[in-house]
């Protein structure tokens, strides 16, 4: 007797690599070594039985195994390399790593590919410097061999470096896994929308190790289930306990049923069926049923010798392409293969219900690895899919490509937070309402019973309003465009981006509950700062776009400048509660003026002798400085000086009378430039020069949109959101 643990879905529904994750160790039927009678085999007889497992596809066995054999004997190559074979089946890749670059230091002329192993399982964990550097090493140390893997791990560094990319300009979405009602501790699969209200998919519904040989074959049997969306609670997309899909009695006690699609007039249901051979493998089919009186038909297998050849043929989806109906699919089938697993299609004739011979979806589509997972959005025509042959983040990634069924254009990785450094696939979109999707993944946060990457699950896609805000830099003398600049962005936590302007317009992506700052930095300018909120914008917001416009003023050094109501009482150093106020604005202009250093001169009025209007005047240049340093400036950008009674702005008496109001006037605080500090400075980097077309940020250029003259509503800066 031995256990069977079916968690895989690349086994068992897409069904195109023997990577099963499938059996549960034996330590579970023999508690200890005691017990277990492999375990007191001598070394080579419990080697025999490591390798019958592994070439079994019974890989959690074999770990077991040959995790006994390599404390018995660590330099071992062999046991090492195996290990890591069995952990990449597993999809343990931070094990499947380890254990490949053991191997290759032990033996690296008799494993030479376990360095590009390692790579891979490297990159698969998002360690993408790490991975790149040991990408190059194989390169380099292959120098004449190994020609079309070294084409591959090319294509993995430039996924690396675009994964990176991504990850710094994530899309605008939010990624959740679908929760415990829908998701279990082995794999789910195939989401299917029913509407707005359910979502049908593929599971065996179980969260425990089961004996194979102890209970009903059915159990472990991939099989429909539908969870209805839950109501009246405040979380968003919330499922209820799923049920068997119960309509047509599609499940089968003996056979793996996943993929469920409708026809475009909902008339047709497709699925596949997989039937499971040695060695873990799967041989799969793709059934329709019709509905007819009011009753699903009983499924029949969908042009046996064309669609369903001697290959494996699963993953059916079929859409309206143009005035045709298209069933896409995903096969191994070899004549006209680019390798490996392929997208296809059929153009299905409704008048004759026959299905055209089947077509490769082409070479800007397919390669020489994997292509799975169809979905064909006739909204968009565009048609979403999984590869890993393309440049990917790790393992399979979701692209989309425009066009179809034979020509496409516009093959685009679907970028993060969708794809991860693990495997995505079956993204679908929601057929009604905001385009939400779903994706099926083995990301960390998966429910799993073993290792955090075995097992696969439904996660929901959450697509944010798109929000941006456009802008220009505007000098503040001439009302003319500032070239040459640097815009900056700053959240509320402090985190800075940055858009080097040529032309004096810039664009910036901005997300949902955030506070902006944005200030421009040039030298011998001094900038305002534009405030955008986006606190009280909604999930479900339509997409929106701010213009802002941010006035510069030149300056240059010893500049002198006068904040009004900075006062004092007779006699006084310390501030009035009125200066406080304009003390917080000069707060500002310091802190979006990051590299000028000020002089702070302080005045009395003309009562009392020289030298005592002198110390009375430090002690107020001083009061000033401590108040700034308080509030977060640097006391090194600033030096307090006290000037007594001299450059009165105001006579202190008329006609030999005392003057009150003229005294109060020159009992003032002043503000002189004394320094511009390149280094303190975000120094326009002329090596990446900046406009809209440059540097989209994703964000659609548009330039229509940015007024060439300032907008007062603008330069308060616009709230996003109010009212919604």
Known sequence: MRKIWLLSVLATIIVFASN??????????????????????????????????????????????????????????????????CYVETRDYVNAARFFGIAYSLAPKLYPVALFLYADNTKKQGLYPQAITLYNQFLKDNPKTF????????????????????????????????????????????????????????????????DYDKRKREDFMMHLMVSQKQKYINEVDSFQWALFFKDGNFNSPVQQVSNPCFSPGGDRFYFSKCEQLDSMKFMCKIYVSEFVNAHWSRPQVVDEGGVNDTSSNSQPFIAQVGKKEILYFSSNRKLQSRGGYDIWYSVYDTA?????????????????????????????????????????????????????????????????????????????????????????????????????TCCDDIYRIQYEPKLGVYGKVVNKKTNELISSVVVKMVDESGELTTFNSTDGKFLFNISRGHAYVFTGDKPEFTSSHV????????????????????????????????????????????????????LDSLIGFMKDNPSLTVEINSFTDSKGDDRYNAELSQKRAQSVLDYLSEKGVERSRMTARGMG????????????????????????TEF?????????????????????????????????????????????????????
């Open 20 to 85: 099963d994750a499938n059996a549960q160790s034996l330590k579970e039927k023999y508690r200890n070594k005691a017990n277990d009678p492999i375990a007191k085999l001598p070394y080579y007889k419990k080697l025999r039985e490591a390798d019958f497992f592994f070439k079994q596809g019974s890989y959690f066995n074999a770990i077991e195994y040959y995790l006994q054999l390599q404390q018995e004997q660590e330099r071992n190559p062999y046991l090492n390399y195996q290990l890591a074979e």
């Open 147 to 210: 020609k079309k893997l070294k084409k591959r791990a090319l294509r993995e560094i430039e996924g690396c470096n675009m994964a990176m990319a991504s990850m710094k300009a994530p899309e605008a979405l939010t990624v959740k896994n679908a929760g415990p009602n829908v998701n279990t501790s082995y794999s789910e699969a195939a989401p299917y929308p029913l509407g707005d209200t359910a979502l049908l998919f593929a599971t065996t519904g179980r969260n425990e190790v089961f």
């Open 352 to 452: 004759s219900k026959r299905y055209r011979r089947p077509q490769n979806a082409g070479k800007q589509i397919n390669t020489e690895l994997d292509e799975i997972t169809p979905y064909y959005n006739s909204k968009e025509n565009k048609l979403y899919f999984a590869s890993n042959g393309l440049p990917n983040f790790g393992g399979f990634d979701v692209f989309s490509a425009d066009g179809g069924p034979s020509r496409y254009s516009n093959v685009r990785n679907l970028g993060y937070p969708i794809n991860t450094c693990a495997d995505e696939f079956y993204f679908i979109k929601d057929p009604v309402g905001k385009p939400d999707a779903y994706v099926v993944s083995n990301r960390i946060g998966s429910m799993a019973l073993k290792n955090p």
């Open 531 to 582: 405030d955008i909120s986006t606190l009280n914008t909604k999930r479900t917001d339509p997409d929106h776009r701010d213009t802002v416009t941010i006035y510069m003023d030149s300056i240059t050094i010893d500049y002198r400048f006068r904040v009004s109501n900075i006062l004092y009482d007779y006699d006084k150093s310390e501030l009035r509660a009125e200066s406080v106020a304009s």
């Open 645 to 668: 009674k001299q450059n009165p702005i105001a006579p202190n008496s008329i006609n030999g009378k005392d003057n009150p109001r003229g005294r109060q006037a020159n009992r003032r």
């Open 672 to 724: 002189k430039i004394t320094a511009d500090i390149p280094t303190k400075r975000l120094i326009f980097d002329s090596s990446k020069p900046g406009n809209i077309e440059q540097q989209s940020l994703n964000v659609e250029n548009n330039e229509a949109d940015i007024p060439e003259s300032g907008d007062a509503e603008y330069k308060k800066g616009s709230r996003v959101g109010e009212g919604n």
